[in-house]
Every structure is written in C-alpha cells, then in structure tokens.
Nanobody, 123 residues
Framework: QVQLVESGGGLVQAGASLRLSCAAS????????MAWFRQRPGKEREFLAT????????YYADSVKGRFTISRDIADNTVNLQMNSLKPEDTAVYYC????????????????WGQGTQVTVSS
C-alpha cells in the first residue's frame, strides 16, 4: 500500500520558518511526481509546489514563490517543503500528494495523499 506521512507542522509566530517533510512508502517513486497543497477551513484546496522525483526542477504557485522551497531526497523517498517568512495567512492544513508520471498543479490529478499536518502562524 502507498502511504504518505507529513510531519513538521506546529505553532509559530509571524516571520518564523518551518520545514515540512513527507515520507513516502509502499513502492518505488522514481517515476512519480510529488506536490504540496494546503487547505484552510471552508476553503478550496490550494496548490503550492510540485516536482518530479527524477529531476531537481520545481514549480510554484505565485503566492509562495520566493518564500517556499520544495525538495526531494531520492534515497529516503521523502519530499520537503521549506517555508520562510511565514504569515498568518499561511495558517492551514498542509498535505503532500503523489502521482505517476509528470508533475501537475491540479489536485484532481493526484492519486495518493497524506493525512495532513497543521501549520498555525500567530500575528
């Protein structure tokens, strides 16, 4: 079974940094693409960043470009999201997702999802 497990969320003050991690297991992910999304209560799921496990090229939503960085560790089958200069508007549940083949910005394209990790940014 494919499993994705996020970790690293927490409560921080505005301006702080957090690094989220997603551990993937259940199969070989070398031909997969990974992504990060977030969702605020009552709001639609929002795309943040995506990349293929076979490359170092990454693609970001305009809202987080320059503040957030996605990366992957092939040996450990993990994908990370480094978040800097956090704002109260970043408060949300953060999810990692996986799909076979090319990267995507559309949550409907992703087949596997983690349980989410809460990030709360106080003002």
């Amino acid at each position: 079974q494919v499993q994705l497990v996020e970790s690293g969320g927490g409560l921080v003050q505005a301006g702080a940094s957090l690094r989220l991690s997603c551990a993937a297991s259940g199969r070989t992910f070398s031909n997969y693409a990974m992504a990060w999304f977030r969702q605020r209560p009552g709001k639609e799921r929002e795309f943040l960043a995506t990349m293929r496990m076979s490359t170092t090229s990454a693609y970001y939503a305009d809202s987080v470009k320059g503040r957030f960085t996605i990366s992957r560790d092939i040996a450990d089958n993990t994908v990370n999201l480094q978040m800097n200069s956090l704002k109260p508007e970043d408060t949300a549940v953060y999810y990692c997702a996986a799909k076979s083949g090319d990267y995507s910005y559309n949550d409907r394209d992703f087949d596997y999802w983690g349980q989410g990790t809460q990030v709360t940014v106080s003002s």
